[in-house]
């Protein structure tokens, strides 16, 4: 079964701690994305990766580190300096190719007590 | 900058019709696309519109207007089980991430 994996799906830290939220995907796609969705603000891109060892800030980077030194996973690190981390983290994947449907993982909701 | 306008929340009654529509403003134009998001899930497709016209998919049908900066997504035949947020999302370059605007919160009523 192809898809994209996020675990856990809940995550519970104290403040000050570092998480990082794991992404996998075995889709065989090259690009991957990071976006965090509060309420009534929708999805806001965090991070994207379009091929191995490269990625690209989005518009909330910021208290927020990534990798990417395989294909298949691009985990998410939510450093102490990200001054509001609670909220409903989701990753997506696209293929290369003229459309570039991005599918989407569950999701991990973090909340940071 | 990019701005994607949908509206806040809907209601409508099981059964009827319903139009979302989203209005757009980017720097350019590569696809827009209509997700279905069940509170708590993953963000799952419903349909792309690159060109202009209607494209239709059983009981969803999706808009584009590029001139006009402007989509719709039309759902008939309404369920229970569509009561869900709709995203609307635009690429706007190349392979580049989608935007995406706040979502649609369609609740529908019996």
């Known amino acids: 079964d192809g898809g994209i994996t996020q675990s856990p799906k809940y995550l519970f830290r104290k403040e000050g701690q570092n998480v990082t939220l794991s992404c996998e995907q075995n889709?065989?796609?090259?690009?991957m994305y990071w976006y965090r969705q509060d309420p009534g603000q929708g999805l806001r891109l965090i991070y994207y990766s379009q091929i191995v060892n490269d990625f690209q800030k989005g518009d909330i980077a910021e208290g927020y580190s990534v990798s990417r030194e395989k294909k298949e996973s691009f985990p998410l690190t939510v450093t102490s300096a990200q001054k509001n981390p609670t909220a409903f983290y989701l990753c997506a994947s696209s293929p290369w190719d003229s459309k570039n449907e991005q599918f989407f993982g569950p999701g991990t909701r973090l909340t940071v007590l | 900058g990019q701005n994607i306008d949908q509206p806040t929340e809907m209601t409508a009654t099981e059964g009827a019709i319903v139009q979302i529509n989203c209005t757009y403003q980017t720097s350019g134009f590569n696809g827009l696309f209509w997700y279905q998001q069940h509170a708590g899930e993953a963000p799952t497709f419903l349909s792309y519109n690159v060109l202009d016209g209607l494209e239709e998919k059983g009981r969803f049908s999706s808009f584009l207007s590029r001139s006009k900066g402007y989509s719709y997504l039309l759902l008939k035949e309404l369920q229970m089980k569509d009561s869900a947020s709709y995203l609307c999302?635009?690429?706007?370059?190349?392979?580049?991430?989608?935007?995406f605007g706040k979502g649609t919160r369609l609740s529908v009523i019996a």
């Open positions: 999302a635009v690429r706007d370059a190349g392979n580049t991430p989608l935007v």
């Open positions: 889709l065989n796609h090259d690009a």
